[in-house]
């Protein structure tokens, strides 16, 4: 029987390195990456059965990249693996098509036992959050989706290029646009947020997760 095949996305590489020791023995590991662009590009390729991946990544966060491998592969299965346990992200992850959430500081165990869950069409949830996630996907009023963001897609993308600290020259050589777009996108977030400064945008990322505080 051929074993899962699983595509790893995760930016420390130390710790890709015990993920990759972890899972070696059950799984076909095709793929390791290090950032969001990363993924997407082996996600087409590689079309593996089970992606794993973190949601803090540089170039393009976790959830961006999830939606974006979705809306071009509907069927694909997602497992985040992350040190951010609050609930309103996890249910933001689910929302976003994942099919499992688990935790850094899970066993080792739980992650086996989740790609082969997720492998079989089915979802998982980290016991550490089980109870309150649902009690959120549950909510009727929407009063608790809390990924409601007032930018697009791209100025998403741009700004976490900003946080991260890349020149408008490289923000418009990654996203392939040119320096006076990027410039745009970029006055164009602050007048949406309402702030004045490149810090002030660097805090508004961190709080949205788009990069590690």
Known sequence: MAKTKV??????????????????????L?????DGRAL??????????VIVTDISMPLLNGLDAIREIRSRQPNAKI?????????????????????GYLLK????EEL??????VAQGRSYVTTLLAGNLIT?????DGSARGDDS?????????????????????VASILNISSRTAESHKYEIMRILGVGTTAALVQYAARMKLVSE
């Open 7 to 28: 595509l790893l996305a995760e930016d420390h590489k130390i710790v890709a390195e015990g993920l990759q020791a972890l899972l070696k023995d059950d799984f076909d």
């Open 30 to 34: 095709v793929a390791v990456v290090h």
């Open 40 to 49: 997407m590009d082996a996600a087409e390729r590689l079309r593996p059965d």
């Open 79 to 99: 497992i985040v693996l992350t040190m951010h346990r609050e609930p309103l992200l996890a249910a933001q992850a689910f929302r976003s098509g994942v099919s």
């Open 105 to 108: 500081i899970s066993p080792g």
């Open 112 to 117: 086996i036992k989740a790609i082969g869950e």
């Open 136 to 140: 959120l996907l549950l909510e009727a």
């Open 150 to 170: 007032p930018l697009t897609p791209r100025q998403r993308e741009v700004l976490q290029l900003v946080a991260e600290g890349r020149t408008m020259k490289e």
